[in-house]
């Protein structure tokens, strides 16, 4: 069966930095677009970052670009996403995503439990 568990999140300083994982198994990792996605309080989900099967091919919402960055290690079939100087708007719960096949965000058809990062002083 397809797992796919979020590592844990935390409370963080603005500015600071946090690593975020994502390790999956129950289907072929290396065939799959991941993606990244958060849920503000009171606000809808919103992707955040997306990485081809490879590791080559790399998205980022304007929200997050050049703070975030998201990789994989196919070898070790985990997702990651390091999120450096870290703002109180990324106050969220983070989940990690499986695309369905069709390289479409809105289609993905299995998540990670979710974490939550709270950027606080």
């Known amino acids: 069966q397809v797992q796919l568990v979020d590592s844990a999140g935390g409370l963080v300083q603005p500015g600071g930095s946090l690593r975020l994982s994502c390790a999956a198994s129950?289907?072929?990792?290396?065939?799959?677009?991941m993606h990244w996605v958060r849920q503000a309080p009171g606000k809808g989900l919103e992707l955040i970052s997306s990485i081809d099967s490879a590791g080559i091919i790399t998205y980022y919402a304007d929200s997050v670009k050049a703070r975030f960055t998201i990789s994989r290690d196919n070898a070790k079939n985990t997702l990651y996403l390091q999120m450096n100087s870290l703002k109180s708007d990324d106050t969220a719960v983070y989940y990690c995503?499986?695309?369905?096949?069709?390289?479409?965000?809105?289609?993905?058809?299995?998540w990670g439990q979710g974490t939550q990062v709270t950027v606080s002083s």
């Open positions: 995503a499986k695309d369905g096949g069709g390289r479409n965000p809105d289609e993905c058809d299995y």
């Open positions: 129950g289907f072929t990792f290396n065939n799959y677009w």
